[in-house]
């Protein structure tokens, strides 16, 4: 350039703010001013003679060298703004956006570019922000309008996408309308007089109104209402920022609603702090049962209301929640009240939060009426025991007339008994009566005027007397009960399995009322009960004068053998021998058959106390009970015949080919029906293919009876092993158990007719089993021992041939 045209240049390039830049044809810089040098970061005369790729980042060396090629070759200028967004480098090595014209010139034929550089950093970040901004305006979950405020009555002009969304409606429908379009026909609200009174006023508003979206819906609408000015303080524009907050207002609702139910429960809810212990608020119930005024709980601590604790003990409790090792802690108590009455209760505690402040929350449940029926069961389900272990009649019955008198207040129970023969009424109990009671009911007989008890052994219904002075059937006998002071009675006749009155179940009172405020239900279970009771005991003399004659027979056959033996000196020992064995049996039959008929008669009886369809599961517990007995029945009987036939020599067998796992699964199907809790049978491994050519029913027998064995003489979680092993001649099998074993002195007989081992003598059994067995093993050409261990466990092992000797085998 010429020298006074560089002159001239350089005084115009430092008087303006825009960086200028000349470049030749080469790309090389020639000249520029100081604004540029400031621009991109480097000192006076740094750049002169640097290619402009200097001050272009990397990434555009490539395309700009073609797009410098381009414009020399077309020469045309371009102006600021008509181009994409260029960016430049700074000598630090950060980039910026710039915005650059372009002017071709020529001097001395010789072609230069001047640039006009101007750094829009400030103008792209204020592009940005006002961009982000609006996007954040129109894509807001909350819903925005403006309204123009200096228009007449305030035009929506703008309403974002959340907006559209919560209304319902589109933006044709929504802009240029006032916002009260919302509000349908329901304009009487408070908060629209408010809000117009703060349009009035220019000022901000916070309302929450009934609106009504596009399909007729109504929703609560939260209102925040701005007020825009402009630099003379003239209101322009009003922005509504609106939610929607229908659930909140359902959930507060809610939270209401369920407050007060809360406050008006029965159940005791108690808020106490989590340092102090102190009670920060209670339920209309907790100061209701507990007798205390709010103000006076307030005072107190949860320490104060329950007697079995110390301030220590319950810290110790509650600690477990206070250190979050578990989120709710329930626990029984006892509570007491003012009055210093105490009821047992159940306590729900959790750790929870009141204004940044840890609190206990507390919901206390009066259990008094649970515990007194979980006692009510309990004690029934004692009786029951009693009556299982043939407890007297008397004790059992005086245990039901105090189950009955527990249950209620200022109630006396009388059990009387029906002498059938006599026809007349025995006290068997009246344990809160005095003894004059009892004497004067045993001295009469049943008539038609007799008293209420007397009168429904012919009614066979319960009769309620509430005034005994006045009814008619005790006009001729208040005298034995009104001396007493017992003025009301309520009887019910105690019946029978087959409905035969066996006596009265009868509640006195010391008052003239009605017995309506006494549980039925609970009065049914004493009378079924007593009825239970007194049918069994009747059975249970029954089967004990059946037994004593049957003992007396058995006497007598005893005397006419002995006198029989006298005779026949030459069959002496035999006979006595027959003597010893028909004493046995019948002592056995005696013993064997008399708990299984009690068991089936008491089982039956029941059963018929169950008249329900959700008494089933209960019918069918006693028919199970039933069935089974009757199974044990039959195997005695089986036994029995099976001695007889081996002892007259017509036992005969039936050979044939078996797999040995068909008659192993059934047997083991069977066992699983007998055993306890926790018991087991290990099935023997790689039995699939093993055969025998045996009977089939008799190692079923053999089987079946050792394993029953071996089931009933361990304890329960006890394990029965069965191996089987399978040689060319003959078959093993070895059941071993973790029973109480068989005494050394005992194990010598074990294999007797009838013998028991001295530890077994109180478990049911006959003592021929084994004996049987045995005898079946021997004649199909086996073996059968053991080898036991008292409280260790047995080994049963028995021994077949794989085909027996001879097949028409007969003993």
């Known amino acids: 350039m010429l020298k006074n045209n560089q002159e001239i240049f350089q005084i115009l390039s430092e008087a303006i703010s825009e960086g200028i830049v000349i470049v030749d044809e080469n790309q090389e810089i020639v000249s520029l001013n100081s604004a540029t040098e400031l621009m991109f970061g480097y000192l006076e005369g740094e750049l002169l003679n640097k290619s402009l790729d200097t001050l272009i980042p990397k990434n555009f060396h490539k395309d700009h060298t073609t797009y410098y090629k381009k414009f020399f070759e077309n020469g045309e200028k ?61 894509y807001a979950s909350n819903g925005i309008v403006i309204t123009d405020a200096l228009q007449k009555d305030h035009p929506i002009i703008y309403a974002n996408e959340a907006f559209e969304k919560i209304s ?41 109104l009934r ?22 303080a003239i209101i322009t524009h009003y922005i509504g920022i609106q939610n929607d907050i229908t659930q909140r207002k359902l959930a507060e609702e809610n939270q209401t609603h369920l407050a007060t139910i809360l406050d008006e429960s029965l159940n005791e809810i108690f808020v106490f702090d989590s340092s102090s212990l102190l009670f920060l608020s209670a339920n209309y119930g907790a100061v209701k049962n507990l007798g205390y005024s709010m103000d ?31 989120e709710k802690l329930n626990f029984e108590t006892i509570h007491q009240r003012k009055n210093g009455s105490t009821y047992p209760v159940e306590v729900h505690l959790q750790l929870s939060n009141l204004q940044d402040k840890e609190v206990f929350v507390a919901i206390i449940l009066d259990i008094t009426e649970r515990k007194r029926q979980e006692l009510f069961k309990i004690k029934q389900n004692q009786i029951l025991e009693l009556m ?26 009388s059990v009387l008994l029906l002498d059938q023969e006599e026809q007349k009424l025995k006290s068997l109990v009246a344990p809160s009566l005095p003894e004059a009671y009892s004497n004067n009911i045993n001295s009469e007989l049943i008539g038609e005027h007799l008293d209420t008890s007397g009168t429904n052994m012919f009614l066979e219904k319960e009769l309620v007397v509430s005034n005994i002075e006045t009814h008619e059937y005790w006009q001729n006998f208040k005298h034995l009960v009104l001396p007493l002071g017992l003025k009301s009675c309520w009887s019910i006749p105690i019946l029978s399995s087959k409905n035969v009155v066996l006596g009265t179940f009868a509640i006195y009172r010391k ?17 079924k009960l007593a009825g239970i009771a007194i049918e069994k005991h009747l ?71 169950y008249h329900f369809e959700e008494q089933q599961d209960k019918r069918d517990k006693h028919i199970n009970t039933i069935s089974n007995i009757v199974n044990n029945l039959n195997n005695i009987l089986n036994d029995f015949l099976s001695v007889e036939k081996l002892d007259a020599g017509k036992v005969t067998y039936h050979f044939k080919t078996f797999k040995l796992s068909s008659v192993l699964n059934e047997v083991i199907y069977n066992s699983n029906m007998l055993l306890k809790d926790g018991q087991k049978i290990k099935y023997p491994e790689n039995i699939d293919e093993l055969s025998l050519h045996q009977d089939e029913k008799i190692l079923e027998l053999t089987l079946s009876n050792i394993i029953h064995n071996a089931i009933k003489y361990s304890p329960e979680n006890g394990h029965i092993e069965i191996k089987i092993s ?54 199909l050409g086996g073996t059968l021992v053991f080898r036991s261990q008292e409280h260790i466990g047995s080994t049963f092992t028995i021994t077949l041939p794989n085909k027996p000797s001879n097949e028409t085998s007969m003993f």
């Open 78 to 138: 371009r102006a600021m703004g008509m181009d994409r967004v260029l960016y430049g480098i700074k000598k630090d090595g950060n980039t910026f956006p710039l915005e650059v014209g372009l002017n071709p010139f020529t001097i001395k034929n010789k072609a230069y570019v001047m640039a006009l550089v101007i750094d829009i950093s400030k103008r792209v970040e204020i592009e940005k922000n006002l961009n982000i901004k609006s996007k954040a305006l129109q």
């Open 168 to 208: 319902g409606y589109s933006q044709d429908e929504i802009l240029n309308k006032n916002c009260r379009f919302l509000q349908a026909d329901d304009k009487d609200q408070k908060s629209i007089d408010k809000i117009k009174n703060a349009l009035s006023k220019g000022k901000s508003c916070h309302a929450v």
């Open 211 to 232: 609106n009504y979206k596009k399909n007729g819906n109504m929703f609560w609408n939260e209102l925040h209402l701005t007020p825009i000015k402009n630099n003379e």
């Open 296 to 326: 006076e709980l307030k005072q107190m601590t949860p320490v104060d209301i329950k007697p079995d604790y110390s301030v220590d003990g319950f810290k110790k409790e509650i600690d477990i929640l206070l250190g979050k090792r578990v």
């Open 388 to 413: 299982v272990l043939d407890t007297p009649l008397k004790t059992i019955l005086r245990d039901i007339a105090f189950l009955i008198e527990d249950q209620f207040e200022d109630v006396f129970m």
């Open 511 to 527: 008052e003239e009322r009605e017995f309506k405020n006494l549980n039925k239900q609970v009065v049914e279970v004493g009378v």
């Open 539 to 609: 059975t249970n003399k029954y089967i004990e004068k059946t037994q004593f004659q049957l003992e007396s027979h058995a006497k007598d056959l005893k005397e006419q053998v002995a006198e029989q033996t006298k005779e026949l000196k030459i069959a002496l020992k035999k006979e006595i021998e027959l003597n010893e064995l028909k004493t046995k049996f019948l002592s056995l039959v005696s013993h064997e058959f008399k708990t299984p008929l009690s068991g089936i008669l008491t089982s039956a009886m029941l059963l018929k106390k």
């Open 726 to 779: 399978q040689k060319k001649n003959q078959t093993v099998f070895k059941i071993k158990d973790q029973g109480i074993g068989i005494p050394e002195a005992d194990q010598k007989n074990i294999f007797n007719r009838y013998f028991r081992a001295e530890n077994v003598l109180t478990i049911q059994g006959t003592g021929i089993g084994l004996n049987i067995v045995k005898n079946h093993i021997e004649n």
